[in-house]
C-alpha cells in the first residue's frame, strides 16, 4: 500500500500530533490519554496541587491520584511507575503535595516541543526518525535535516 504524500497543513499538523503521541506509546502502550493529558497539565501548572488539578480537569479525585501515581516513581501497584511527575509536600500547607515534572519528565516535553517546531515536510521519510533510548521508554528524535530527503 503506497501512502499518499502529505501535503495540506492540517495533514502535517496531524502527523506531529500522531508523532507526538507515539511518545507516550513508547513509554507506555497501554498508557491511557488522560495520563497523557495528566502529564502534560502538571507541567503546564508546575508546582499545581491535587486541588488544583481537580479543579481544571473535572475528574474525580480516585481517578487523577491514580494517574498522579502512574506518573511517579512507584505506580499504584507499588511497581516502577513512568518516573515523570515528582511528588512533594507543599511547604506552606504539609497536608498537601505539589505536583512537578522531573527531569525525566521535563525531557519528554522537550522532545514534544521539538516535534512541535518540526518545519513543513511532505512525506512521512521527511519527518526525523524515532529511535528508541536506553532510560526504557522515552525517545529521541533525530534532528530535522537528518531525515529529510535529498
Known sequence: MNLKPIVSREQR?????????????????????????????????EGCSLTDLLKRTGWSQSTLSRHL?????????KEPGLNLVDSQRDPMELRKN?????????????ELLDLQKLGAYQHHGDLPRQEKREDNGAVESGSPEEGRKS
Open 98 to 110: 505539589i505536583y512537578t515534572p522531573t527531569p525525566k519528565g521535563r525531557k519528554l516535553i522537550q
Open 13 to 45: 499538523e496531524l502527523l506531529k500530533l500522531q508523532l507526538m503521541l507515539n511518545l507516550f506509546n513508547e513509554l507506555s502502550p497501554t498508557m491511557p490519554l488522560q495520563v497523557a493529558q495528566t502529564f502534560l497539565l502538571v507541567c503546564i501548572h
Open 69 to 77: 501515581l502512574d506518573l511517579g516513581k512507584r505506580n499504584r501497584h
